[in-house]
């Protein structure tokens, strides 16, 4: 098969080109400073953010156009992504929470891929300054240029204060205080089935468990980060040991996908345990047949 | 050599609890192939809050 071994080189030739440039196979954990502008401090990974960002505004916006009802190519391609994610996002999230939160899951789900996907890029984390110590003449170190936004701790958790801020607002605004605090701390017990002295019980024992659900949801904003950030980087990592040996090239290429799914999934289950239980049930009606071809598309 | 026994530990169970949900993933999937999309949200989120226990403690544990 020609198409394969085409496929195999092209793998293989910037793979094995790259090797040559990596420096001894150590990422380190934290992103380099390249300049300053003014007082603010650049590393690498601010950099690349910011060039990665724009792309991503560029090309869809380049794709889109200006929206028509029928739609041209590159239209149909964002549309049929959006409503591929409508689909696995609305029997989440709920109907109600769903203008809101919609657009921010697809804005985490297409940032992070996209931001995942550029550490695979050539170039990535190879090209950059090497450090030479002026005394002796050894090489102390080496600063890359370019260093994907996922794989710097401080930008996953900027992404998870976002995801977290925006998590309270919806929450705030769909459920209302009143809602979030009987969702945390009040007896969901029925009155009528069970007698008084153990409903009061009951009800110490709801406050307490109300106690540990605070602690946990406190803590979201830190596992979120953190998983994302352990992923990208541990990726990188291995990459650049091994070499950029194809196979992991691919692992890190599901991976990088997993994880910005996982992201936007883990908000929206957030957003929906608080919002999605009223009378809206989105995935057992199958009234909108709109939506359920949607669904059965994205999966 | 050095090594953290806890790490490996923390590490272990991880990536036996991944392929633990994978593994009733799979086999929900295969009784029932209608629901693959919903067993892969569920299994997916599952994956990911355990696995996310184990970089906790990749990261953390030194």
Same mark, same amino acid.
């Given at each position: 098969?020609?198409?394969?071994?085409?496929?195999?080189?092209?793998?293989?030739?910037?793979?094995?080109?790259?090797?040559?440039?990596a420096?001894?196979?150590?990422?380190?954990?934290?992103?380099?400073?390249?300049?300053?502008? !003014?007082?603010?401090?650049?590393?690498?990974?601010?950099?690349?953010?910011?060039?990665?960002? &724009?792309? &991503?505004?560029l090309?869809?916006?380049?794709?889109? !156009?200006?929206?028509?009802?029928?739609?041209?190519?590159?239209?149909? #391609?964002?549309?049929?992504?959006?409503?591929?994610?409508?689909?696995?996002?609305?029997?989440?999230?709920?109907?109600r929470?769903?203008?809101?939160?919609?657009?921010?899951? #697809?804005?985490f789900?297409?940032?992070? &891929?996209?931001?995942?996907?550029?550490? &695979?890029?050539?170039?990535? !984390?190879?090209?950059?300054?090497?450090?030479?110590?002026?005394?002796?003449?050894?090489?102390?170190?080496?600063?890359?240029?370019?260093?994907?936004?996922?794989?710097?701790?401080?930008?996953?958790?900027?992404?998870?204060?976002?995801?977290?801020?925006?998590?309270?607002?919806?929450?705030?605004?769909?459920?209302?205080?009143?809602?979030?605090?009987?969702?945390?701390?009040?007896?969901?017990?029925d009155?009528?089935?069970?007698?008084? #002295?153990?409903?009061?019980?009951?009800?110490?024992?709801?406050?307490?468990?109300?106690?540990?659900? #605070?602690?946990?949801?406190?803590?979201?904003?830190?596992?979120?980060?953190?998983?994302?950030?352990?992923?990208?980087?541990?990726?990188?990592?291995?990459?650049?040991?091994?070499?950029?040996?194809?196979?992991?090239?691919?692992?890190?290429?599901l991976?990088?996908?997993?994880?910005?799914f996982?992201?936007?999934l883990?908000?929206?289950?957030?957003i929906?345990?608080?919002c999605?239980?009223?009378?809206?049930?989105?995935?057992?009606s199958?009234?909108?047949?709109?939506?359920?071809?949607?669904?059965?598309?994205?999966? | $050599?050095?090594? *953290?026994?806890?790490? @490996? $530990? @923390? +590490?272990?169970?991880a990536?036996?609890?991944?392929?633990?949900?994978?593994?009733?993933?799979?086999?929900?999937?295969?009784? *029932?192939?209608?629901?693959?999309?919903?067993?892969?949200?569920?299994?997916?989120? @599952? $994956?990911?809050l355990?696995?996310? +226990?184990?970089?906790?403690?990749?990261?953390?544990?030194?």
């Open positions: 098969m020609p198409l394969v071994r085409i496929l195999a080189l092209l793998v293989f030739i910037p793979a094995s080109s790259l090797a040559a440039f420096s001894e196979g150590r990422v380190s954990a934290k992103a380099e400073l390249l300049f300053h502008i !003014g007082p603010v401090p650049v590393t690498n990974a601010m950099a690349t953010s910011w060039v990665v960002t &724009l792309l &991503l505004i090309f869809v916006r380049w794709l889109v !156009g200006k929206p028509q009802i029928i739609p041209s190519r590159g239209q149909a #391609v964002v549309e049929g992504l959006v409503e591929g994610l409508r689909g696995i996002f609305e029997p989440i999230v709920g109907l929470a769903m203008p809101v939160a919609f657009p921010l899951l #697809v804005c789900f297409v940032f992070i &891929l996209m931001h995942n996907w550029s550490g &695979l890029l050539p170039l990535v !984390g190879t090209v950059g300054w090497t450090e030479i110590d002026t005394a002796t003449g050894h090489h102390v170190g080496f600063i890359p240029w370019i260093r994907p936004h996922t794989s710097d701790l401080n930008g996953t958790i900027a992404l998870a204060l976002t995801s977290f801020g925006a998590w309270f607002v919806i929450v705030m605004k769909y459920a209302g205080p009143r809602l979030l605090l009987y969702e945390l701390f009040g007896n969901k017990a009155k009528n089935e069970l007698p008084g #002295v153990m409903y009061w019980g009951l009800s110490l024992v709801f406050l307490l468990v109300g106690v540990i659900e #605070v602690v946990s949801i406190l803590i979201r904003p830190i596992t979120l980060s953190v998983r994302l950030f352990g992923n990208v980087f541990g990726g990188e990592t291995l990459l650049h040991n091994t070499s950029f040996f194809p196979v992991f090239y691919f692992l890190e290429i991976v990088g996908l997993v994880q910005a996982v992201f936007t883990l908000t929206s289950v957030y929906g345990l608080v999605n239980h009223g009378d809206d049930h989105g995935d057992e199958h009234g909108d047949p709109d939506h359920s071809d949607a669904k059965e598309a994205a999966i | $050599m050095t090594g *953290n026994i806890a790490l @490996a $530990m @923390a +590490l272990f169970a990536a036996c609890s991944v392929g633990l949900i994978g593994f009733h993933a799979v086999d929900a999937v295969g009784r *029932n192939p209608g629901a693959s999309g919903k067993v892969l949200v569920q299994s997916i989120l @599952a $994956m990911a355990a696995e996310g +226990l184990g970089i906790l403690s990749l990261l953390f544990l030194k």
